[in-house]
């Protein structure tokens, strides 16, 4: 998309000074590129680091937005533990293939106080459960790479929500890379989640 002239012309001094030291400092490492892309990142864009490949996200469109509601939603009106607590825009540190991966997952549970540190991107170790509702310019990760990522640290259960195949997409026994258990269902089932949660997510209300 084209931005506004009195808008780009803004950015004409940061792009002549990235243009003048090109080729004459050594480059960024990847860990370094993704702290200077999520710092400048325009509000409401996710910056994620994902098996060492920096993906930039844009703010979701409304259905996506709808969906996380009420997944977040149906979490505090089904839960059957009062101290388990649905996040959003919560940072994780997930470990990667090489390098580390820093995610902010659509939905995240964890029991209240599990995040109390400053730290931007969190140890997620207390985290139960993760979501994630597909786009389609970032889809393919949501169902191979974050996949991978989220088997390596131990997460127990992860959704897929996948809009463009009309799936929920229930992962769960993590063994080092893969989830040793995938049901799909159709949007508009239920999916029963196992223990600790022992509640059902109703797609249909999507």
């Given amino acids: 998309m084209a931005l506004p002239v009195s808008e780009y012309e803004s950015y004409e001094p940061y792009e ?4 003048e030291v090109k080729g004459r400092i050594p480059a960024l490492s990847v860990e370094a590129a993704f702290d200077v892309f999520d710092a400048v990142a325009p509000e409401g ?8 490949e920096i993906h930039v996200r844009p703010p979701a469109n409304g259905e996506h937005e709808e969906i996380v509601s009420e997944l977040s939603g149906q979490v505090t009106e089904r839960r059957k533990d009062p101290r388990l607590r649905s996040y959003t825009g919560l940072g994780l540190y997930v470990p990667g293939a090489s390098v580390s991966g820093k995610i902010v ?8 106080g599990s995040f109390t540190d400053e730290l931007e991107y969190h140890d997620p170790s207390p985290v139960l459960f993760i979501a994630e509702v597909t786009s389609r310019s970032t889809g393919d990760n949501d ?8 088997a390596r640290a131990g997460i127990p259960v992860y959704l897929l929500i996948d809009r463009e195949a ?4 229930l992962c769960t026994v ?6 040793t258990r995938k049901v799909p269902y159709k949007i508009s089932e239920s999916v029963p989640l196992p223990e600790p949660l022992g ?3 109703d797609t249909g209300e999507f």
């Fill in 16 to 19: 002549r000074v990235l243009r």
């Fill in 45 to 52: 864009w996710r910056v994620e680091l994902i098996e060492g």
């Fill in 105 to 112: 997952p659509d939905l995240v549970i964890a029991p209240k």
């Fill in 143 to 150: 169902r191979v790479k974050k996949v991978r990522g989220y």
């Fill in 166 to 169: 009309g799936q929920a997409v």
């Fill in 174 to 179: 993590p063994v080092g890379e893969e989830y």
């Fill in 199 to 201: 509640f059902e997510i």
